[in-house]
């Protein structure tokens, strides 16, 4: 279909051409018989030259008291402007009011966290906002991308369950005509019957876990994608998993260049993303946790979140001190400057405050333990891309994980830490194969035998080798965006304590 109206992304095809804009106001400039309206359609913004001369009054009065918001249709000449964001401005030939907007909420100075959440209706329409919401649709397109040209078929599992697959302390029970069901923690126990149907599935769908925890990588509410794959092995579901994640973030490198820099990401740390991912195993994890190499880590990045500060600080009084004399535009730059400095200095000082805790923490990990979110950001910290820590102890994994033949104590799950501190993006391994070994694990985790009958059905009928993962969407976006919390990787995100808006 051609476009009804002309989109702010494809204008740059159109110089010399006279198009129609729909768009809200994002900004305006200017005064008596001169106006810059700079217009947002969500593919782009652009701006409208309105010079009283060259409109009629009608369009000018629009411009004249169209607020932030407001939605206008422009109708103009497409010119080449180097200067401009996007290489083009429009010299408005009129301009139509679709509706005035109220004073809005959001403006260009600093909000708190607290105020923009419960505005997150409004914030979405936001640069950074903008950015993320496009990386997130690359990031999901690249994930089918990936699975479909290598053969999965995808499926979706069922919302409401009957069964716990994560353990039964973060589920969200729910009245089910009288029975007790579950929002899904996980597809992929589902997932695993759908992969003896087909061979190689993956699932894409919302999961939820009713995590009591307030952490920059838990959301109550997130999307995971499940492959299951049938005769696969442990380190085939490693091989799986590495080509997938360097799919993805190829794919973003390649399509989401403007976004990851209104994001101010650090590409460099992408593009350092190559085969092969560290295999590293649980065993090997405990002794770099505990090493002296860890101390030094950790050491140094004090040292380096101090030499920042004191930097960071003296450009902070030197933009003050210049203040008072700055014009208009260059007041603008040095308040946006002075938001991210102050929000920077904020995260220096939770370093200031974790970084005792975790030379201490690391030192006296005990084997046995699961890792925090401590752990794996030190972990992460030794290695420039992704890691695979795998053969965990038993004890601290799900039910349904195989022992390692190798070491009983051992199951053969695995996890891919992210780089930067980011930890776990993906939990998986290889699945427990033997009937009479998963009914005793059933009952040793406290499951109740009976409503997993037919995930027993599936080591009766032509029981194989298989393998699989779950990757969190949202901690992969914030990762790749390189976001220090994961309530801005989801259009409305559902945290403990927060379902509005
Ligand atoms: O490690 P998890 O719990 O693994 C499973 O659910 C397996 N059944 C997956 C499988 O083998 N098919 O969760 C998988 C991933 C985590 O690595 C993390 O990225 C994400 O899901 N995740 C969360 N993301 C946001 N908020 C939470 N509360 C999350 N819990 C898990
Ligand atoms: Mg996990």
Request: glycine content about 8%; charged content about 30%.
């Given at each position: 279909?051609?476009?009804p ?6 204008l ?16 305006k ?27 009629d ?12 918001e ?13 200067r ?10 009129s ?28 914030w ?9 919401m ?6 999901i ?17 069922p ?7 994560e ?26 019957a ?14 939820f ?37 360097i ?44 090493s ?7 050491d ?46 904020e ?14 923490s690391?030192?006296?990990f ?8 401590s ?11 992704p890691?695979?820590v ?5 004890a ?15 199951a ?6 992210a ?34 009958n ?6 009766r ?5 298989h ?35």
């Amino acid at each position: 279909m051609t476009e009804p109206f002309t989109s702010i992304t494809n204008l740059s095809e159109h110089v010399g051409e006279r198009v129609t804009l729909k768009g809200w106001l994002n900004n305006k400039r200017g005064s008596k018989a001169l106006f810059f309206l700079v217009l947002r359609d969500g593919t782009g913004i652009v701006q409208c030259v309105v010079n009283q001369g060259n409109v009629d009054d009608a369009s000018f009065a629009v411009a004249e008291a169209a607020t932030q918001e407001s939605a206008l249709e422009v109708v103009g000449t497409v010119n080449a402007d180097e200067r401009q964001v996007g290489g083009v401005e429009i010299h408005t030939e009129s301009v139509t009011l679709i509706s005035q907007a109220e004073p809005y909420p959001i403006t260009p100075k600093e909000h708190g966290v607290e105020f923009l959440m419960d505005h997150r209706h409004l914030w979405l329409r936001s640069r950074r906002q903008w950015a993320i919401m496009r990386v997130r649709n690359r990031i999901i397109m690249a994930i089918h991308g990936y699975f479909q040209s290598e053969g999965y078929i995808q499926m979706d599992p069922p919302v409401l369950t009957g069964n716990a697959v994560e353990g039964t302390s973060t589920l969200f029970e729910l009245e089910y005509f009288d029975k007790p069901a579950y929002l899904t923690q996980s597809g992929q126990l589902h997932g695993e019957a759908m992969a003896m149907a087909h061979g190689k599935i993956y699932t894409f769908g919302p999961t939820f876990r009713a995590e009591k925890s307030k952490t920059r990588r838990h959301l109550t509410e997130f999307w995971m994608i499940e492959p299951e794959m049938a005769f696969y092995d442990l380190d085939l579901a490693m091989q799986v998993v590495e080509e997938l994640v360097i799919a993805i973030i190829g794919d973003v490198l390649h399509d989401c260049r403007d976004e990851l820099e209104i994001l101010e990401r650090n590409v460099s740390q992408l593009e350092a993303v190559r085969s092969p991912f560290p295999r590293v195993s649980y065993d090997e994890a405990v002794e770099l946790l505990r090493s002296e190499k860890t101390q030094q880590v950790l050491d140094a990045e004090l040292k380096a979140a101090t030499a920042e500060k004191d930097e960071l600080e003296e450009e902070r009084a030197a933009n003050r001190s210049r203040y008072g004399q700055a014009k208009k535009g260059e007041k603008r730059r040095i308040d946006t400057r002075e938001i991210a400095i102050n929000k920077r200095l904020e995260e220096i000082e939770e370093t200031f405050r974790n970084i005792p805790n975790w030379k201490k923490s690391a030192a006296n990990f005990e084997w046995g333990a699961d890792f925090g979110g401590s752990d794996e950001t030190i972990l992460t910290k030794h290695f420039d891309r992704p890691i695979i820590v795998h053969r965990f102890p038993a004890a601290i994994k799900a039910f349904y994980m195989k022992r390692d033949p190798e070491d009983d104590r051992l199951a053969l799950g695995m996890d891919v830490l992210a780089p930067e501190g980011y930890g776990e993006i993906v939990g998986g391994g290889e699945r427990a194969t033997d009937l009479n070994f998963l009914k005793r694990q059933v009952k040793e985790h406290g499951l109740p035998e009976k409503v997993f009958n037919w995930y027993f059905d599936l080591r009766r009928y032509g029981s194989v080798p298989h393998s699989g993962f779950g990757l969190g969407l949202e901690r992969t976006v914030a990762w790749i965006c390189g976001l220090h919390h994961v309530r801005e990787t989801i259009p409305f995100p559902r945290l403990m304590g927060r379902i509005h808006p």
